[in-house]
């Protein structure tokens, strides 16, 4: 059970870092606002990839 709750939060990080870079492209102008939020998109990103890494290589004990 703990482990979906994990991947659940995987998978917000990951669609919270593709919010943020669809703002970045799109909408925002300032050059410091697109590189912090690029920057916090990308340590989403990777936070998401390493808990997913965990959720698929670690098998739950049935």
Do not use: E
């Amino acid at each position: 059970m703990d482990k979906m709750w994990i991947s659940f939060g995987s998978m917000g990080s990951m669609f919270l870092a593709m919010l943020f870079m669809f703002f970045v492209k799109t909408k925002f102008k300032n050059a410091f606002l697109k590189f912090i939020f690029g920057l916090i998109a990308y340590i989403l990103l990777f936070i998401g990839f390493i808990t997913m890494i965990y959720i698929i290589f670690n098998p739950t004990k049935a």
